[in-house]
C-alpha cells in the first residue's frame, strides 16, 4: 500500500497547486488556449499509458465508441473546463479550488438520478453539508476581497458539468479503462476547443515561448502526472480509495494560494473548508458502504 499512498501524496499536492499555478498563468493567457494547451499536452501525457492497457485487454474501440469519446471530451473540455479556467479568472485561487471540490456530490446526485444507485439518508446529509459548505465559502451576503459572484457562478457550473462527464464516463471507463477514457476524451476535446479558438481568433501558440515554465508545470505536471499517479492509485487499490485525492485538495489548496499568492483566509473560508471536508468524508463514507469491500 506504500506506493499507493505515495500516489495519492503526489497527485493530491499537484492537484491542490492547480488553481494557483492556473490563477498565475491565467495572468499570460487567453482561458481559451490555455484550457487547449493544458488538457492537449496532459491528454498527450497519459495516451503511451492507454495504449498498453487497449493492447492487453485485446479492446479494439469501434466508431460508437470514438464518438461517444468525443461527446465526453466537449462536455469536460470546452464546456466544463472553460468554465473552470473564467471561474479561476474572477476569484481568489483559493475560494476556487475548495468550490471545485463540490463536484463528486454532484457526481453522487447524477448517478443515483441516471443509474440505479441509491439516495440514502448519509448521502442526503453529504448534500446538506456541503451546500453549507459553498455558502460559507462564497458569503454572498458579503463577498471576500477578489470573490465575485460571477466567478462563484462559473465554477459551481464547471462543477456540475464535470460531474455529468465523470458520470457519463463510467461505461466507456469499464470497457477501455480509466486511463485510455481520460487521454482520449481530452484529446478530443482540446481539438474540438481549437475551432472556437480558430473562429474567435483567438491565439493558439502565442506566448508559450515566454511562459514556458509555467506551461509545462500546468500541462506536463498538474494535467499529465497529476491524473496519471491518481489512476495509478486506483488501479493499485480502488477508487475510493483514489478518491481521498480530492478529499486533499480542500485542505491543500488554501495554504499554497496563501503561501504563494498571499491570499488571506477569513473565518468563513475556515469553515467552509471544514464543511466541504466534512461533507467528502460522509460521501466517501457511504460510497464504501453501498459498494461493500473490494474483493481481489
Known amino acids: 500500500m506504500k506506493k499507493v499512498y ?19 498563468a491565467g495572468a499570460s ?6 484550457t487547449f494547451i493544458r488538457f492537449l499536452i496532459g491528454g498527450l501525457i497519459l495516451l503511451p499509458f492507454a ?36 471561474g479561476i479568472d474572477n476569484m481568489n485561487a483559493s475560494t476556487s479550488a475548495v468550490l471545485f471540490c463540490i463536484n463528486p456530490i454532484f457526481t453522487m446526485i447524477f448517478a443515483c438520478t441516471l443509474s440505479n444507485e441509491k439516495f440514502t439518508k448519509g448521502r442526503a ?27 462563484c457562478v462559473l465554477m459551481l457550473l464547471s462543477a456540475i458539468t464535470f460531474s455529468l462527464y465523470s458520470v457519463l464516463g463510467k461505461s466507456m471507463i469499464k470497457k477501455v479503462g480509466a486511463v485510455t477514457t481520460t487521454s482520449m476524451s481530452f484529446i478530443f476535446g482540446s481539438v474540438v476547443l481549437l475551432i472556437p479558438i480558430m473562429i474567435m481568433k483567438k491565439p493558439v501558440l502565442a506566448g508559450i515561448a515566454q511562459n514556458i515554465p509555467i506551461i509545462l508545470y500546468v500541462g506536463i505536471l498538474v494535467t499529465g502526472l497529476g ?24 485542505a491543500i489548496a488554501p495554504v499554497v494560494a ?15 473548508i471544514a464543511l466541504m471536508l466534512a461533507a467528502s468524508y460522509v460521501n466517501l463514507r457511504e460510497s464504501k458502504k453501498i459498494s461493500g469491500p473490494r474483493v481481489g
Open 6 to 24: 505515495i500516489c495519492i501524496v503526489f497527485s493530491a499536492f499537484l492537484f491542490g497547486t492547480m488553481n494557483v499555478s492556473l490563477k498565475i
Open 29 to 34: 493567457f487567453d482561458p481559451l488556449q490555455l
Open 51 to 86: 495504449m498498453p492497457d487497449l493492447k492487453r485487454g485485446r479492446i479494439k474501440l469501434h466508431g460508437k465508441d470514438l464518438l461517444y469519446l468525443l461527446f465526453l471530451g466537449i462536455i469536460c473540455i470546452p464546456i466544463s473546463m472553460i468554465l473552470f479556467q473564467l
Open 125 to 151: 446529509a453529504a448534500v446538506i453539508i456541503a451546500a453549507a459548505g459553498f455558502i460559507f465559502m462564497v458569503k454572498p451576503w458579503d463577498l471576500d476581497p477578489g470573490n465575485t459572484i460571477k466567478g
Open 227 to 250: 491524473y496519471l499517479l491518481y489512476f495509478m492509485a486506483i488501479r493499485w487499490s480502488d477508487a475510493s480509495t483514489g478518491s481521498i485525492v480530492f478529499f486533499l485538495k480542500p
Open 258 to 272: 496563501v503561501i504563494v499568492l498571499h491570499e488571506v483566509l477569513l473565518w468563513n473560508s475556515y469553515l467552509g
